[in-house]
Structures are given as structure tokens and as C-alpha cells.
């Protein structure tokens, strides 16, 4: 990707990059005319600031407006970003596989290949949880935007079960899916604001549908056949200890 404006962005960060990508609205395919732009990444602290006394900036954010575009950027140090691919979370895992690549290097298709083998069988309870504080919301202030996330990761969650891959995007699983009210949010959220409520819904039909998904979740947890545990720590390791001494080796600035 070649924007001009993403590109400063990145170019203007502290530390060196591991990558940048798009995750959010625009990731999931859903994004308003109004939606931020949100960068994710990794940034590599040196090394003489990892071993030091001093405070580490493991997260590094940065948001506001560029040339009328509002978007932020989040990065991790690669040791943070590594450790939370250990953990059975799914945000790590679409931002490093997003197909929306800003900035890129060897190390980055390097990880993503490594990160195959973080997946678990575990990760279902992340898209669980995360599509159950999306239900609370709706039932609070019935909105397109949570409604639609919740069909989002529960729908990720079935995926990521079902053949092991990170598929964020809602348009390509209700390929799958086929779900005709999905694509009639998807057309709502899109051609409207990123805050537009939902003046009348049917509650009860998306709670059917949502406890469907949910259910479905669980049953494909049960029977997938990822494994219980990361089968990756050692070559995330052998990564991070190779990015680090390369760091060390290169001559300062």
C-alpha cells in the first residue's frame, strides 16, 4: 500500500519496524466515509534500552488528523507483540495477518508463518467473549457498528476453528456464511456513519442468530483439531533473539 499519508506516518515513528498493517473498519470490510484509519504494527526498542535501567516504551500510540483523515497508530515492541502471540488472543493475529500491508519486511512474512502455529483451540473463548460485550452494547443502544462486530469475530472464531487460518473479513466469511441480514447491515454500515443506530431491529431474531453462531463456536472448538498449546515459543524465540543481536550489531545513527 502506497498512500503517501500512511507512509509519513510511518516513516516519522521513534523506533525501527518490524510492519505496519490496517486492522479496524477497513480490515473487517465494513468502514463508514467517517471511519478512522487504524495502524497496527511492531517496533523494535534497541537493544541497549532493553537492557538498561530505564522505563521501556513497549506501546508506542499516536493519534490524530493528517490532511483531514482521522487515524492512529499502535505499536509493540516485537518482545511484547511476541508474548501476546503466546496468549490465545485474536487481535495480534489478524493485525499481523492483514492483508492491508502499510509497511513490510523479511521478518514480518518470517512471522507470519511462525504464527500459524500459535493458533489454538483456546482462541474460540476470545471471539466468544469479545461477541458478548458486542451483544451488551446492542442491547444498550442498538447500533450497526457492534452488531456487525459481533457477527464478525464470532464468524472468525468459526473460521479459525474449522481450518486454522485468521480470516477478519466480513464480506469474504459471509461467503461462507450466507447470511442475507449480514449483507444488509454490511450495506448500511458502509453507506452511512460510523455511529449510525439502528432505529428498529429485531432483537430477538439477531439473539437467535447470534446464540446460533455462538453455539456453533463451541461445537467446532470441541471437535477442531488445533492443538491445546502454542507449538511455536521456540522459533518465536530463535526470531526475537535474531532481530535483537542484529539490532545490537548495527552502527549507531
Known amino acids: 500500500m502506497t498512500d503517501p499519508i500512511l507512509l509519513r506516518v510511518v516513516q516519522r515513528q521513534p523506533y525501527p519496524l518490524l510492519f505496519v498493517t490496517i486492522s479496524g473498519a477497513h480490515l473487517y470490510g465494513f468502514p463508514s466515509a467517517d471511519s478512522d484509519v487504524d495502524l497496527r504494527g511492531v517496533h523494535l526498542l534497541p537493544t541497549q534500552e532493553v537492557l538498561g535501567l530505564g522505563p521501556l516504551r513497549e506501546t508506542i500510540e499516536e493519534s490524530g488528523a493528517e490532511e483531514g483523515r482521522e487515524l492512529d497508530i499502535v505499536t509493540h515492541d516485537a518482545g511484547k507483540f511476541f508474548r501476546l502471540l503466546l496468549r490465545p488472543n485474536g487481535y495480534v493475529l489478524e493485525q499481523l495477518h492483514s492483508p492491508l500491508v502499510v509497511y513490510s519486511t523479511p521478518e514480518h512474512a518470517e512471522l507470519r508463518m511462525i504464527a500459524r502455529h500459535c493458533i489454538t483451540r483456546f482462541h474460540a473463548r476470545h471471539y466468544l467473549g469479545f461477541a458478548e460485550t458486542q451483544w451488551?452494547?446492542?442491547?444498550?443502544?442498538?447500533?450497526?457498528?457492534?452488531?456487525?462486530?459481533?457477527?464478525?469475530?464470532?464468524?472468525?472464531?468459526?473460521?479459525?476453528?474449522r481450518t486454522g487460518e485468521v480470516e477478519a473479513n466480513l464480506p469474504a466469511l459471509n461467503q461462507e456464511f450466507a447470511l442475507s441480514h449480514v449483507d444488509d447491515l454490511l450495506a448500511r454500515k458502509t453507506a452511512g456513519a460510523e455511529k449510525d443506530e439502528l432505529k428498529s431491529v429485531d432483537m430477538e431474531f439477531h439473539h437467535a442468530e447470534v446464540t446460533r453462531l455462538r453455539e456453533l463456536l463451541v461445537r467446532e472448538s470441541e471437535?477442531?483439531?488445533l492443538p491445546e498449546h502454542p507449538l511455536s515459543q521456540a522459533a518465536l524465540n530463535e526470531l526475537l533473539v535474531r532481530i535483537r543481536t542484529r539490532t545490537a550489531a548495527a552502527p549507531a545513527s
Open 136 to 161: 451488551r452494547l446492542v442491547e444498550k443502544q442498538p447500533r450497526v457498528k457492534p452488531l456487525l462486530y459481533m457477527y464478525r469475530v464470532l464468524m472468525t472464531g468459526i473460521r479459525m476453528m
Open 223 to 225: 471437535r477442531t483439531h
